[in-house]
């Protein structure tokens, strides 16, 4: 488990579903004050960033699933000159952009942990 104990790991998934680092130690019955203390541990803050990049990773997959949607939508639209289309193309037009940011987004990451790596190695 990557040196975090269960209750550390059982607080990385609170701290990602919950509002507030007040909230996600509520409902895990520890205080916040503990849960502060462990956002400075090392282990504990490598796994946690390593479950929000999954976390973020995951809804980057979504935005890019609906990118065929919106690519219909812009499709059905181009073709129906009866169609109203400022407001359905805006929304299409902005989950294209959210889905290329993603993907940009993604690639840096790859980028900078193969820097990190070959930096380790120097």
């Not at 019955?29 to 462990?38: F, K, M, P, Y």
């Not at 699933?65 to 299409?92: E, F, H, K, Y």
């Amino acid at each position: 488990m990557n040196g975090i104990s269960r209750k550390q790991d059982t607080a990385i998934g609170a701290l990602l579903s919950q509002p507030t680092i007040l909230a996600a130690a509520e409902s895990l019955g520890v205080g916040e004050s503990t849960l502060r203390r462990w956002l400075k541990d090392g282990d504990f803050l490598t796994a946690y960033r390593a479950a929000r990049r999954e976390a973020v990773s995951q809804a980057v997959g979504h935005l890019q699933g609906a990118c065929s949607v919106a690519v219909l939508a812009l499709t059905d639209i181009s073709q129906d000159v009866n169609c109203p289309a400022s407001a359905r193309v805006s929304a299409a037009r902005t989950v294209l952009e959210l889905a290329l940011k993603g993907v940009e987004l993604e690639d840096l990451t790859v980028r900078v942990e193969e820097l990190e790596s070959q930096v380790v190695r120097v």
